[in-house]
């Protein structure tokens, strides 16, 4: 006998491919706050997948530049779809996300996000490169 469970029309967007290997490149304020990121990674990550991107953390908002449109496209963690108009990251995306206090007390740890070593060599390496 089957069973129908359903389907996963409606849920939105899934992790695309290759999600596994994307990374952002760092830092998160212990205190909360605010941090520019740079996102590395397949376009078309969903911004409601972020925790998976910031070590575990919480993403409270996101916000990004959209030069096209001349102002920032906005992510709002909770916040009902016609809040947010920024749902999926692409790479090398530029984003300012907002994040809450971390562990809670003054000193913790302060979060250093982005892929190995390599990755982040070849990262810098290569923002260098295009700065020059």
């Known amino acids: 006998r089957v069973v129908g469970l359903g389907t996963l029309a409606g849920v939105g967007p899934l992790l695309p491919a290759c999600a596994d290997e994307a990374f952002v490149v760092g830092q998160l304020p212990p205190g909360g706050g605010l941090a520019l990121v740079s996102y590395q990674g397949p376009d078309g990550y969903p911004l409601r997948f972020a925790h998976l991107l910031l070590a575990d953390h919480e993403l409270t908002a996101a916000f990004r530049y959209d030069t096209a449109a001349q102002r920032f496209r906005v992510f709002v963690a909770g916040a009902p779809a016609f809040v947010s108009d920024l749902t999926r990251l692409r790479n090398g995306d530029i984003v300012i996300m907002e994040v809450p206090p971390v562990g809670g007390a003054a000193g913790a740890r302060v979060p250093q ?5 390599r990755d982040r060599d070849a990262f810098e390496s ?7």
């Open 113 to 117: 996000l982005g892929g190995d070593r």
């Open 126 to 132: 290569d923002r260098g490169r295009k700065l020059r």
